[in-house]
């Protein structure tokens, strides 16, 4: 039989409870957004995920899009976003100061680590950009005036596809489960562009343990069998982390003294740029320690792709991937999955 990636077989994909469908009964959104950090030269690939996301979801729902961006969206940009929805959109521009390199780094000292990195074959390493985009996605987004008024987002890339119908209000589901925090995809992270964030974090624990909450996926974190290359290559880190380009979050855990202090202290010790950091195993690090496992929640049931990897429920409800498939790629990419881990670990949440 046609299995997913829990091993299930055919027929058995569960959807969230017909209580979250829309229609009259539903009663007004909830505080969230759509939100997008992107580049004007990325119009068409923004486009693409707004129509698949808006056919697919939000077409039923209306929730507001929130586009960010380093400098400000140009009137085209703005004029076909707009045209691609009915919800409300907001285009911020980021500031200065969530946005620069820290005045604690030091620019030459990134430009002989980006150096070194980049031999290594970390990607993006020598791209300044790329790790203010780390850092901001890290901690900052939900620190933007435009969004004090909402609790969750749904994190939405340029050139993403959606290929499942789904009739429920996730952000309400998220709510009214105690979910903190949803993704689709979970994968091995390049070692190479993290060795010292697992150390950083248990230095960061052994100042405060009271953080580490008693129900934690630590094992998750700390799984050397998967991978044991990786794991020792990031030094007592599986790499295991959800796959950020996809995220839907409740941005109360950000806002957490836990982990603002956690933020503070990566920030503080520089890997954002010295080392290549991602906001996928920052987030996936922190909400791993410092939450009850079962808030954390896979979307089994949102058919989803960033190249070169998918998440495609077995469902006549989604069209266009291929059920239970990890990635259209070379069959030597299969073994990125880490969702396997996450189910051995923490169950399905
Ligand atoms: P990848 O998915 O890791 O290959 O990285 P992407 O190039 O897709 O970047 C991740 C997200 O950040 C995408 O939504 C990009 O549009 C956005 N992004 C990356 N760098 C910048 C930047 O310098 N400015 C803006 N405005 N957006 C950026
Ligand atoms: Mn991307």
Redesign the pocket.
């Known amino acids: 039989p046609n299995l997913d990636a829990t091993g299930e077989p055919e027929g058995k994909l569960t959807y969230a409870s017909p209580d979250y469908a829309p229609g009259p009964s539903g009663t007004a959104r909830i505080p969230a957004t759509l939100l997008?950090?992107?580049?004007n030269e990325?119009l068409d690939g923004m486009l693409q995920s707004m129509h698949d996301l808006e056919r697919t979801w939000n077409h039923k729902f209306n929730y507001p899009w929130t586009f960010?961006?380093?400098v400000p969206f140009t009137e085209e940009f703005k004029t076909k976003t707009r045209a691609a929805t009915k919800a409300e959109c907001r285009y911020e521009v980021i500031p200065r100061e969530h946005w620069d390199m820290p005045s604690w780094i030091s620019k030459e000292l990134f430009d002989v680590s980006a150096k070194k990195l980049k031999e290594q074959g970390v990607q993006y390493a020598d791209m300044l950009?790329?790790h203010?985009?780390c850092r901001w996605n890290s901690g900052m987004f939900y620190k933007h005036p435009a969004l004090a008024d909402y609790q969750y987002y749904w994190r939405v890339?340029?050139n993403v596809h959606f290929f499942c119908d789904v009739d429920y209000d996730v952000f309400r589901y998220m709510r009214d489960n105690n979910k903190t925090y949803g993704f689709t995809i979970s994968l091995y992270d390049s070692p190479e562009s993290i060795p010292s964030l697992w150390p950083e974090t248990l230095k960061f624990l052994s100042e405060h343990p009271e953080y580490i909450h008693e129900n934690s996926a630590m094992e998750w974190l700390t799984d050397k069998d998967g991978r044991p290359e990786h794991y020792a290559k990031a030094n007592g880190y599986s790499t295991c982390h959800f796959w950020t380009?996809f995220e839907i979050a409740d941005m109360s855990f950000w806002r957490s003294k836990a982990y603002e202090d956690y933020f503070n202290h990566l920030d503080r010790a520089g890997g954002f740029f010295y080392e290549r950091w991602g906001d996928a195993p920052v987030h996936s690090i922190a909400v791993a320690l410092f939450e009850d496992k079962n808030r954390i929640h896979w979307f089994r049931d949102i058919g989803y792709q960033?190249i070169p990897f998918f998440n495609c429920p077995n469902s006549p409800k989604c069209k266009g991937c291929v059920t239970g498939r990890l990635t259209d790629g070379e069959p030597f990419l299969y073994k990125e999955d880490c969702r396997p881990n996450w189910f051995k670990y923490a169950g399905m949440g």
């Open positions: 997008a950090l992107v580049r990325e960010f961006n380093d950009s790329y203010q985009m890339e340029p380009n960033h």
